[in-house]
């Protein structure tokens, strides 16, 4: 599979974790990825008069703990690694960004496994840099031990 399928099937099986841990009444059958640089990563029907909405996703990792633990997991050794939390530089990069949709943009953030931050620390580190400036995004979310609406916060 290239890294472009497979990046796509991650980031399904993520936004479907995240329809279950959201409560959002989002259809399953309705998820579309459409293809290009600019468009979000996935396109579905939110039901309760919200239509269709469009997620951009992106995963909270530190890229030096990703190719550590690669490394590690391929030699099957132990090493120290050290590492830091990468939520500020990952968001920041994200919220410049502008996407090509008709619908309202919602970013939904994750953790898979490639960084040590919990939630909390991610949340305090990420909530005053979307309070100055949301981007395009109407809503963003967090999806880690649990899920989390991180802005607007109600």
């Known amino acids: 599979m290239n890294t472009e399928a497979a990046k796509a099937e991650r980031e399904r099986l993520v936004f479907e974790a ?4 959201s409560g959002l ?4 059958e309705s998820i579309q990825q459409p293809k290009g640089r600019s468009k979000p990563d ?16 992106v995963e909270i990792c530190d890229e030096n ?3 550590k633990i690669s490394a590690i997991r391929g030699s ?7 590492s830091r939390d990468p939520s500020w530089e990952v968001l920041r990069k ?4 502008r996407y090509q949709t008709e619908y309202p943009v919602e970013l939904l953030c994750y953790v898979s496994g490639r960084t040590i ?4 620390v991610i949340l305090d580190r990420i ?13 963003v979310w967090l999806l880690g031990d649990q899920c989390h609406l991180v802005w607007p916060v109600s």
């Open 42 to 57: 996935i396109v579905c029907y939110c039901q309760k008069k919200e239509g269709k909405v469009a997620f951009e996703l």
């Open 117 to 120: 931050s919990p939630d909390i």
């Open 94 to 97: 994200k919220l410049k960004k």
């Open 127 to 139: 909530r005053p840099m979307i309070d100055m400036d949301n981007g395009q995004f109407r809503r």
């Open 76 to 82: 099957g050794g132990v090493e120290y690694v050290r």
């Open 65 to 67: 703990l990703g190719r």
């Open 18 to 21: 995240f329809i279950k841990k």
């Open 25 to 28: 009444q989002i259809n399953p």
